[in-house]
């Protein structure tokens, strides 16, 4: 190798090495020194964005409260929202009921988190829809095909509709001022007033109840039904109460006190320890 060649070497190898180190170290001159990095990696030659470039929080970022553009500490600083946790309804998605699922529903005391608007209980249009939550639902779907069972059996003509009221309305128990919440107020309660047949006939509470003449005194047992009306539709009230207790934790009729002389009032409320006591007046 001639001395010329030598130096062409050299010049080449320079400039190789300057084109490897890239255009920073380029213009310091000398032959960059490597610096060993701790995690040396394809990706950690590039120094991570300011906070401020970076994207935005990942959704399950999101879900733990930066997505409003609060840090963690200052989201945690405000009072937490309550969980509201939506569920389906099997009743809703068999077919037992008609109806839609309805938003949340939080209005102070009251609220049910998947109520849902009913607009029939199977074959038994709602003349009015209701809204309930999903056990409800289930438990009035249930009550309607034995009520539609038991109009076929005893009055010659299917159950076509009942008038019920709106069930859920955020109040307390008799719509009293101070007291305990009614099961209303919960979407966990329906008032009936009357049961429509196919024929046309029309068969009321207030109307067709067996009433007793007066209400019992305090530890009075009621009349027997001896004493009562002894009428088809009286009977199918009767027989469509004693279903009800069969159904739900709590029906009031109008034996039970005069606020329920209209109407059948069914809920789904706990009573007793275990929530298996009933109630059936
Ligand atoms: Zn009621």
């Known amino acids: 190798m001639t001395v010329g060649d030598a130096m062409k070497r ?3 190898l320079v400039a190789l090495a300057a084109c490897l180190a890239g255009p920073a170290a380029a213009q310091k001159g000398p032959l960059p020194v490597p610096t060993p990095r701790p995690d040396d990696g394809p990706q950690s030659a590039a120094p991570a964005p300011p906070a401020s ?3 935005a929080a990942a959704p399950s970022t999101a879900e733990e409260g930066e997505a ?13 929202e309550p969980v509201v946790r939506r ?5 809703l998605l ?13 209005e102070g005391q009251c609220g049910e988190d998947s ?7 199977g074959p038994v249009r709602l003349l009015h829809e209701a809204v309930t939550n999903c056990a409800m639902a289930e438990a009035l779907a249930q009550f309607a095909l034995k009520a539609d069972e038991l109009a076929r059996k005893d009055l010659g003509a299917s159950l076509a509709a009942i008038d019920a009221g709106p069930g859920y309305q955020c109040r307390r128990r008799n719509r009293a001022a101070t007291g305990k919440m009614s099961e209303h107020a919960f979407a966990d309660a329906l008032d009936v007033v009357s049961f429509h047949l196919s024929d046309g006939r029309r068969i009321a509470v207030d109307a067709d109840w067996p009433h007793l003449k007066a209400a019992p005194a305090e530890g009075e047992k009621p009349a027997p039904p001896a004493e009562r009306a002894d009428t088809p ?8 109460h004693a279903i009800a207790c069969k159904q739900f934790t709590t029906v009031l009729g109008p034996d039970a006190n005069p606020a329920h002389r209209s109407h059948f009032h069914f809920d789904l409320g706990c009573h007793g320890r275990n929530c298996t006591y009933l109630i059936c007046e």
Do not use: F
């Open 53 to 55: 470039e970076r994207p």
């Open 68 to 80: 409003d553009g609060k840090k963690p500490e200052e989201a945690s600083a405000q009072p937490s």
């Open 10 to 12: 050299i010049v080449l």
């Open 115 to 121: 109520p849902l608007r009913l607009s029939a209980l």
């Open 94 to 106: 068999e077919g037992r009921v008609s109806g839609k699922v309805v938003e949340p529903i939080r």
């Open 233 to 240: 539709q009286a009977r199918y009230l009767t027989g469509l």
């Open 87 to 91: 569920m389906s309804c099997s009743a």
